[in-house]
């Protein structure tokens, strides 16, 4: 008998980009077994995709478009695996992301967070682009300054502190995470890696950074009582940052690509941040994100 897999993989698809059969193909060369469903939303076809590139996985196809909660809990409900990890069509697994995570969890953790790598560690505006997003999850960050996010979960922690709000246009990960006890909260595992697809253009950096911001501003309004307080500032003081945490969480070539990128990074800091201003204030009408 086939040995079962104890994690499983619940890839996220928005109207079937061509992107999603290389973020499937990176989990299916994993090397231990693993439970994969793609959850595609939106429109498209992801299951007629998958089968073109010979790509033989689960496929749940949704017509509507899914926020990304609502996303994460139909592949909850479609595997039984007793940890679940998810990945977005914009990413790749790179090698050992499944067996470091598992052993982790068979460690005891109760969830698992992961650092994120450069697609275009050589472009500047790409190097922009990761530092503005994923300054706190650089793979070489010590636990102390690293943010918890692309986080593998024991299956139990959604029978006991509910699923993903499927009504959230962003922030569903860190709204659930705000549940757990602190002693159930993500350990940091820089050894799982995770490549994203970062923007080549300054024009779709800039654009890219004002929608997430936009986003961000939004959840900050819905879950504060009061009017957020001062969320331009709140984004852009993160210019502070920068320097200090790519000199501790890159090295060599990466390291000094990415200082070159710092006038982009401000530049791109302010575009998010004038997103957040507008987000706080009118509230996100950008669709929300996978």
């Known amino acids: 008998m086939a040995e079962r897999p104890d994690l499983a993989v619940v890839v996220i698809g928005l109207r079937a980009p061509a992107a999603l059969a290389a973020a499937v193909r990176s989990v299916l060369d994993q090397n231990i077994p693993l439970e994969i469903v793609v959850v595609n939303s939106g ?29 994460r809990n139909r592949g909850i409900a479609a595997t039984q695996a007793p940890f679940v990890a998810f990945l977005a069509d914009d990413c790749l697994a790179c090698p050992q992301w499944a067996e470091i995570r598992l052993q982790r969890h068979r460690e005891g953790a109760a969830a698992v967070a992961s650092a994120v790598l450069n697609s275009h560690p050589r472009n500047l505006v790409a190097c922009a682009a990761h530092l503005v997003t994923y300054m706190r999850r650089l793979p070489g960050l010590s636990a102390r300054n690293a943010q918890r996010y692309g986080v593998s979960f024991d299956r139990k922690l959604f029978d006991r502190y509910g699923t ?34 970062n923007e080549t253009s300054l024009f779709g950096l800039l654009a890219d950074q004002y929608r997430r911001g936009r986003r961000y501003g939004a959840y900050l309004r819905s879950i504060e009582t009061e009017k957020p307080v001062r969320p331009f500032r709140k984004v852009f003081r993160d210019r502070r940052n920068v320097s200090k945490l790519v000199k501790e969480g890159l090295s060599g070539k990466d390291r000094i690509f990415a200082r070159l990128s710092l006038p982009i990074v401000w530049l791109a800091l302010f575009a998010k941040s004038l997103g957040a201003s507008v987000g706080a204030r009118y509230g996100d009408t950008t669709g929300g994100r996978r």
């Open 43 to 71: 429109g498209g076809n992801a299951k007629a995709l998958l089968a073109d590139c010979g790509i033989d996985v689960t496929a749940i196809d949704v017509e509507e478009r899914l926020f990304a909660g609502a996303a």
């Open 164 to 197: 993903f709000d499927e009504r959230m246009t962003s922030g569903e990960d860190t709204e659930f995470m705000a549940r757990l006890p602190e002693a159930l909260r993500p350990v940091w595992e820089p050894r799982v890696l995770t490549v994203h697809r």
